[in-house]
């Protein structure tokens, strides 16, 4: 057992996770083995202790059953040709207007984010969908890729968001409380994309031009489109309305959202014995990552606090004298940088145990805050040179865009979302306003 100061544990916690991370370990091993190492370091065998007792505090959180069962649903959906449908949809009924098929696809994605819950579904699914509709109609291929890339990111914001579910688990949050946060910016968010496209397309039509006449449609086959908008619209509003009403726990109303995406797949005719045993593996794969980087870092949280390490970041905000709302642009700032670098459920577990007894004990709501971080983390996977839905628009993409196209076609959108945060950090009822009246 050894006596440091605050400032060298941080130093030893932290430098050995970056070291392990770089050599290649997972984040869920860097964090186990850096926190063992310093558990071990300060408080001899007897700090291991704190590693069964995070466990079992983190598995016995009932909150976490939500996890598998959401990521479920957005997989069903996802093979359940749902996207094929919600982008012929739109070719119908926007194909005209110049940039339609761009606002559409912001809008698509909106609904996938509604329905899956994650980034990755909706970027790739369009990908492979609107991409190639786009490019065909004559679509610049930077505004193109930008904007399924954006839209993608949607899926951070607007409910039920799987990002949310594991910071309202971390920050002792109300789920409900934080889906009602994130609709009203998401939307706002939504509202800048289209907007953008709109103007950029009108001062420049080549860009995004207007279908041509032989390829529009008549009245009556787009009110008959429409019909697409049915089974999804249904269950997003059923599972929503139970978390947000306060019908059902999030975990139950994932339940619900887990059935109701079986029924669409049969309705589609796609229910088979493949789509579930991809859906079941898959679905498995990722709630296990998830839990075993909760675990640790339930457990390198607990040791890094308990030593009052915290206590440099208080004392150094104590010391310079600064400003709360400083100090909150100082943390948005870190999670843009770690941004470029990690993913964000590895910022998430990191900076949020940290962060949020901070803001809250600034007199921040820490809701607002919660919106912040999710905001930050959709310029995250935008921004080079690591931003994932960059990789995931990569693997999808034809070999005539390059890895440079798409950098450069993330920038603009990257901008319009730090609009976005702008506002809602000088606006705070934009996130605020509706969990105020629901809750």
Excluded at 140 to 150: E, Q, S, V, W
Excluded at 343 to 361: E, G, H, K, N
Aim: with cysteine; net charge neutral; proline share 5%.
């Amino acid at each position: 057992m050894i006596d440091l100061d605050p400032l060298a544990i941080t130093a030893i916690m932290f430098s050995s996770m970056i070291i392990l991370m770089v050599m290649g370990a997972p984040l869920a091993w860097a964090l186990m083995i850096s926190g063992m190492g310093s558990a071990y370091l300060m408080f001899g065998p007897g700090g291991l202790q704190f590693l069964l007792s995070s466990a079992y505090s983190t598995m016995d959180n009932f909150l976490l059953a939500a996890l598998p069962l959401f990521i479920f649903m957005g997989l069903v959906l996802e093979r359940s040709g749902i996207t094929d449908d919600l982008f012929e949809m739109i070719h119908k009924l926007m194909g005209r207007l110049p940039g339609g098929l761009g606002v559409g696809t912001i809008l698509i994605c909106a609904l996938i984010a509604a329905m899956a819950g994650v980034s990755g579904a909706a970027t790739v699914s369009l990908g492979i969908i609107a991409l190639p509709a786009m490019l065909k109609r004559g679509y610049d291929k930077r505004l193109a890729t930008g904007t399924i890339m954006a839209g993608g990111a949607l899926g951070f914001l607007i409910p039920p968001s799987v990002l949310m579910i594991v910071y309202a688990f971390l920050a002792r949050e109300s789920v409900g409380k934080l889906f009602a946060a994130g609709l009203m910016p998401g939307l706002m968010l939504a509202g800048i994309y289209m907007a953008y496209i709109l103007i950029r397309c009108r001062l420049n039509p080549a860009l995004g031009p207007a279908a041509p006449v032989e390829d529009r449609f008549t009245a009556k086959e787009k009110l008959k489109s429409l019909r697409h908008l049915i089974s999804p619209g249904i269950l997003v509003t059923t599972v929503l309305g139970c978390i947000i009403g306060g019908v059902t726990s999030p975990s139950e109303a994932s339940a619900v959202g887990a059935a109701g995406a079986l029924i669409i797949a049969a309705m589609h005719g796609r229910l088979n014995w493949n789509l579930l045993r991809y859906v079941m593996l898959s679905t498995t794969k990722i709630t296990g990552m998830l839990l075993w980087i909760a675990i640790a870092a339930v457990f390198f949280s607990r040791i890094y606090m308990g030593l009052g390490a915290d206590e440099i970041i208080t004392d150094s905000i104590d010391a310079f004298s600064l400003s709360p709302y400083v100090v909150i642009l100082i943390m948005l700032f870190s999670f843009f940088a770690l941004g470029m670098f990690l993913d964000d459920f590895a910022i998430l577990f990191i900076t949020i145990p940290i962060y949020v007894p901070i803001v809250r004990d600034m007199g921040f709501d820490t809701t607002w805050f919660a919106v912040l971080f999710i905001l930050s983390m959709q310029s995250a996977y935008l921004t080079p040179p690591f931003g994932y839905n960059l990789f995931y628009m990569r693997s999808v993409a034809p070999k005539s865009i390059t890895i440079v196209d798409i950098y450069h076609s993330a920038l603009p959108y990257v901008g319009l979302q730090l609009l976005g945060l702008a506002l809602v950090v000088a606006f705070p009822m934009i996130a605020l306003w509706l969990p105020g009246l629901l809750f």
